[in-house]
């Protein structure tokens, strides 16, 4: 092998390690990111179910009563939400969506259903909730006016860059993860 061939070889051994710790030095930092906004995420449930540990943030009629305080006291209105997922209160959806389901079908249901596709205005908290399934708001969807009554951890907020979109995350996360 000449000179020229192993200085190539070389450098090209050099940039594939490089590159390889470049790779790992990039997911320690998507590690350390998501491990802090995990904690700064519990902190916050933490603090607003006035709890200091994950055991007292059991889902239960208490702790839904303070989450349901606060946010009803808290999320800016107006608030445009949609559906997170097929499932849930959409869970008619999946069927269409990953099942044998006719197109057709689907947006004539669609009409008569709400969509987690769908946009809708956020008009009040329902005052009634429970463990099962949570806190309920009242919504209206915006193409055609029609209401409906949907479960709040299956909503998350269109603006991404809001601070209702945190709060609905903040909560869907703990109902999702602290229910029994």
Known sequence: ????SRVKKERRIQKEKDNARMIVQAEKFEEAIIE????EQLDRILNILGVKSEEDAEVSQKTIQYYYQFLSNTI???CLVTGIE????FSWEEYYTFGPGDEREYEQKRKDNP????????ISFNKQYDEES???VDVERVTDKKKF???????KAVNKRSKNHQLLDDY???FVNYAW
């Open 149 to 155: 009554t949907l479960t709040l951890s299956d909503l």
């Open 115 to 122: 969509s987690f596709r769908d946009e809708y205005k956020l």
């Open 76 to 78: 800016e209105m107006p």
């Open 86 to 89: 097929d499932m849930g209160c």
């Open 134 to 136: 949570g806190i309920l």
């Open 1 to 4: 092998m000449g000179r020229k």
């Open 36 to 39: 802090e906004s995990t904690d």
């Open 172 to 174: 869907s996360v703990w």
